[in-house]
């Protein structure tokens, strides 16, 4: 399915110029890397010199429907005017500066190594966020690279601006690890709408009969095929449910563009809906609108974070169980690099989406939930997780949180999921990450995070941890290496 719950980014590139240096320089090299990235870029024709220019440059690349800019500095670049751009603008901004090569050292010399750092003291006087890259100088050739990796992360910080996240709660009781102070959530922008699982049941009922069931029912069925579609009786109620998340989300995203969920997924959804909502949740993440378990919102604005930046669909998680060692001894020993210690299993019910499993993936019943059924069988109401391995990917495992303090933090780590089966139940898959033994203990462990993780499926940790220093995340934790310690990590003591 496509993503059509995420932005858009139309980027804008304004060339600043000192006015003591020639204009020439920027206009030059502003259209050399205009040309350089391509036509997907807006080039600004107003050269900034002055706060009137800037003005007039904002109110040209708002015209244009720009929603990101790039501010270069084709030579040193005028401090006031070039920073009073990213203080008006209502939108994500880079700042970026010309390398010295395509002119002389004379007239040709445009000293913006030097202006980036004027430029950056000027935008901490005005307590203005930027993104600069970690080497912020080059050609027009590199800068074009700079604003491609720029480009994710605009669109992770103008759909955070502009996300609503709809609750279905109260959170379960046993689960308090889902609890976490709202207030961090607005600092960053976002909005949230709590409702009663009772309203999500009232909706539902009212989508009885819906004359879209039957078209739902169809894509639902193609999705699965034959061999996942265990239950081809159960599709209706599915559907029905998939209807009543959508129909809420359009009539409930207000004044926001963006939407995502975070539901009451048990102990009383299954025996009253009659099915258990798994697979939905799977499919409403595949088009881009995260539907998190548990009424977990801070793994709905992760996993919501995570589609933007990768361009992809994504998945929760727990961070579940280690792998047995006469597993890793069978499979993985030898054939992979990575030790036992390295590896987890990450596990849930059955909400990740189905083009992210292997294809023996299909929808059967939540098997923790019916040990506590009574009669202990396999009644109708257990039935909707999507279950199955989850296939091989390099991965990006990652969390933004609040503490109990009320304060942001994050970790961020890249691994892979392994190609190899896990012998379990639940959409799951062996998870390797470096270093992951210290990670849990120093990280996740030390810093109390909950058993949830999101899951982005690609290596996307640099722009990841570029998203969160734009938001004001201070605390951005990562699988350290060997030897670099933790804080807590005790001293290695010689013997």
């Not at 007239?107 to 000027?122: E, I, P, Q, T, V």
């Not at 074009?144 to 709660?169: H, W």
């Not at 299954?270 to 993440?285: D, I, K, M, T």
């Not at 896990?422 to 058993?451: D, N």
Request: hydrophobic fraction near 40%.
């Amino acid at each position: 399915m496509a993503l059509t719950n995420i932005p858009e980014v139309k980027l804008g590139l304004i060339a600043v110029s000192r006015d003591c240096f020639p204009i020439a320089l920027s206009t030059s090299r502003r259209d050399a890397v205009a040309a350089a990235y391509g036509p997907e870029i807006y080039n600004c024709p107003i050269t900034v010199e002055n706060e009137n220019d800037a003005l007039r440059a904002l109110e040209d690349v708002a015209k244009a429907g720009c929603s990101a800019l790039v501010v270069y500095l084709g030579n040193f670049g005028p401090e006031t005017p070039e920073t009073l751009i990213a203080q008006r603008f209502d939108g994500p901004v880079m700042y970026t500066a010309a390398a010295e090569g395509d002119g002389d050292l004379i007239n040709g010399r445009g000293d913006a190594f030097c202006g980036m750092l004027n430029c950056s003291y000027n935008l901490g006087m005005r307590r203005v966020r930027a993104y600069i890259p970690e080497y912020p100088v080059g050609t027009a050739r590199e800068t074009a690279e700079m604003i491609r990796q720029f480009a994710p992360v605009a669109r992770a910080v103008l759909g955070v601006k502009n996300l609503k996240i709809i609750t279905f709660g109260p959170r379960p009781q046993d689960f308090f690890a889902c609890n976490a102070p709202i207030k961090g959530l607005y600092e960053l922008g976002v909005e949230v709408e709590e409702n009663s699982e009772l309203d999500l049941l009232v909706s539902y009922k009212a989508h009885e009969g819906d004359s879209r069931i039957d078209e739902v029912c169809a894509d639902m069925a193609r999705e699965l095929g034959v061999s996942g579609n265990n239950y081809p009786e159960l599709l209706p109620r599915m559907a029905q449910f998939e209807l009543t998340l959508l129909d809420w989300a359009e009539a409930h995203r207000g004044a926001r563009k963006y939407v995502a969920f975070a539901d009451k997924c048990w102990p009383a959804f299954p025996e009253q809906f009659g099915f258990e909502p798994c697979y939905v949740n799977s499919r409403l993440a595949s088009r881009g609108i995260p539907v998190a378990c548990e009424v977990d919102i801070y793994g709905a604005l992760s996993e919501y974070i995570g589609i933007c930046v990768s361009g992809d669909t994504v998945t929760l998680l727990d961070i579940n169980n280690s792998v047995p060692a006469s597993l890793y001894e069978e499979d993985i020993a030898g054939k992979f690099p990575c030790r036992l210690t390295d590896t987890f299993m990450g596990f849930h019910c059955g909400n990740t989406p189905a083009c992210k499993m292997c294809a023996s993936r299909a929808v059967k019943y939540q098997l923790i939930q019916n040990r506590l059924l009574e009669n202990g069988g396999e009644p109708d109401f257990t039935r909707g997780t999507l279950e199955g391995d989850i296939a091989a990917s390099p991965i990006t495992f990652y969390r933004l949180q609040c503490d109990s303090e009320g304060r942001l933090r994050s970790y961020i780590a890249e691994g892979e999921v392994l190609p190899v089966p896990t012998r379990s139940f639940g959409g799951i898959g062996i998870f390797a990450i470096p270093e992951m033994a210290r990670f849990y203990r120093h990280v996740l462990i030390e810093k109390r995070y909950p058993h949830h993780g999101a899951v982005a499926f690609r290596h996307c940790g640099e722009a990841m941890f570029q998203v969160f220093r734009y938001l004001g995340v201070d605390d951005i934790a990562y699988n350290q290496p060997a030897e670099l310690p933790y804080p807590t990590e005790r001293p290695r003591f010689a013997r």
